[in-house]
């Protein structure tokens, strides 16, 4: 997979290219491309914004800089994402779309954001997807695209240690995680729960689905809610 990211701040990316990351691009499993969006401004100045058209607040994203930014950076086979507090949610089920992606591009926006045209003369030649990475509101797009590029290159085979993780995600079954613990087995007089060192793996499993039921029924009942009828057994259902 390849990953471009066009922005105003290039060093705001850097983080991509550390720890597990930065491992995955030393692999070769992914490529990671970040690019400054002043690259392709064309006056002395270097601008890339302007005043909104019928007044209000803030600069706007000017459309003869994005648009052959973009031009040059997105290809045949790219799916261009814009982070934006208008979007559609970001989810573990849209990371696993886009893990399966050869291409994706992201454009980060600043100031109110990017003219409305740069996505919709896009959207002519590929897929465009305008994306919240949930309901609070930035300063720019940059942050958005670290959450998401973490989200979905850890789903790419090779990437994590420990596939299994991947598929036993938080979401991933429509639950919350339930707590994990490690040694020590007591901890500021705090114990481990007893069934995790029983060595009953059928209690275990019980025990840690019962977990995830009861945290997503206090945390997020919302979760429950979108759960298929048959996702619940009768016990789930006492719990
Ligand atoms: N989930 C999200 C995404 C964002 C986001 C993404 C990109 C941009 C580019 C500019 N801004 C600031 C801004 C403020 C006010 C209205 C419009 N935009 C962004 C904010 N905020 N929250």
Not at 60 to 84: I, N, S, Y
Not at 124 to 129: A, S
Not at 185 to 205: F, K, M, T
Request: aromatic residues 6%; hydrophobic residues 40%; contains cysteine.
């Amino acid at each position: 997979m390849r990953i471009d990211v066009v922005t105003i701040f290039p060093e705001y990316l850097q983080p991509l290219r550390a720890a597990l990351l930065g491992r995955a691009i030393e692999r070769g499993l992914i490529d990671i491309g970040v690019h400054d969006l002043r690259d392709w401004t064309h006056d002395v100045h270097r601008a890339v914004d302007d005043s909104p058209y019928g007044g209000g607040p803030g600069m706007v994203m000017k459309p003869q800089v994005w648009g052959p930014a973009l031009d040059e950076v997105c290809g045949e086979d790219t799916r261009l994402v814009v982070p934006t507090p208008a979007g559609k949610p970001f989810t573990q089920q849209l990371a696993h779309a886009y893990a399966a992606e050869q291409h994706l591009v992201f454009a980060c926006g600043r100031y109110e954001g990017i003219d409305q045209r740069v996505v919709d003369d896009a959207a002519e030649r590929m897929p465009v997807d305008e994306i919240s990475i949930g309901d609070y509101v930035l300063v720019g797009g940059e942050a958005a695209v670290l959450v998401m590029v973490e989200a979905v290159v850890r789903l790419l085979p090779g990437v994590l240690g420990n596939p299994v993780s991947a598929e036993q995600d938080s979401f991933s079954d429509g639950l919350l995680e339930g707590p994990s613990y490690t040694r020590p087995e007591v901890w500021r007089e705090r114990a481990v729960p007893d069934v995790l060192r029983s060595g009953n793996h059928a209690l275990i499993e019980r025990w840690r689905r019962d977990q995830a039921l009861a945290r997503t029924f206090d945390r997020r009942p919302d979760l429950l809610e979108r759960l298929p009828e048959e996702h619940l057994d009768k016990h789930d259902r006492a719990v």
